[in-house]
């Protein structure tokens, strides 16, 4: 990118060169090799568009789920949680070995071991991650540590990943009783997520994550 001076405005395209206005400076650069419509149809761009579309799958799956988590998420104050999250989407994606690439999804990728695994153990800013003391089990909550919390907040997300859209259902349960017994808000045959935040008497969050 140059400037330029001139008594003709220039505005526009002239052979391989782009003259424009850019904050009060006239402006001149070269034409972009970017062609729009080869990069839909030229298959040398094949690749680029199947990482565009998973990148566009990943993003608007972390968007959706982060969403329903939202006002939990600002009490971590992790000004990065964003890029974080959205490489664990990448991650989990990448462990879908059924679809062709190109199609891989997030929900496929979390019905795979090491995608469950990479859910659990993500950690919201310096918030403790509940790790493997908690667990659920036909609307059971299994509590076995000493978390110094009063109660358990448990929040199930139905996903939709064909509409990048949820639905989540809140429940508070009192941690008096070592496995508490939570509603069933949605179907079997839903793909459902969990996510538990412990809370002390103050209602700071003590520990919070995936189960």
Do not use: W
Request: glycine share 8%; charged share 30%; proline share 1%.
């Amino acid at each position: 990118m140059a400037t330029y001076e001139s008594l003709i405005k220039i505005t526009g395209a002239v052979g391989d060169l782009v003259f424009y206005n850019l904050n009060g400076k006239n402006v001149v650069r070269k034409k972009s090799g970017f062609n729009k419509a080869a990069y839909k149809k030229n298959p040398s761009y094949e690749k680029v568009r199947q990482n565009s579309t998973e990148f566009g799958h990943c993003s608007k799956i972390g968007k959706a789920i982060r969403k329903s988590l939202d006002s939990y998420i600002k009490k971590a104050g992790d000004p990065l949680l964003y890029q974080k999250f959205a490489k664990l989407m990448t991650e989990i994606k990448d462990l879908d070995v059924i679809s062709g690439r190109g199609q891989r999804t997030v929900e496929n990728g979390l019905k795979t071991e090491e995608g469950k695994k990479l859910l659990k153990t993500f950690c919201f800013g310096n918030t403790k991650n509940i790790n493997d003391g908690i667990t659920i089990r036909e609307q059971t909550l299994y509590v076995n540590g000493n978390y110094n919390a009063d109660k358990a907040v448990i929040l199930t997300i139905k996903l939709d990943s064909e509409n990048y859209s949820t639905e989540y259902k809140e429940e508070t349960v009192s941690l008096d009783h070592r496995e508490p017994v939570f509603k069933k808000h949605f179907l079997e045959k839903d793909f459902l997520l969990y996510v538990v935040i412990l809370e002390n008497e103050d209602q700071e969050i003590t520990h919070m994550g995936f189960l």
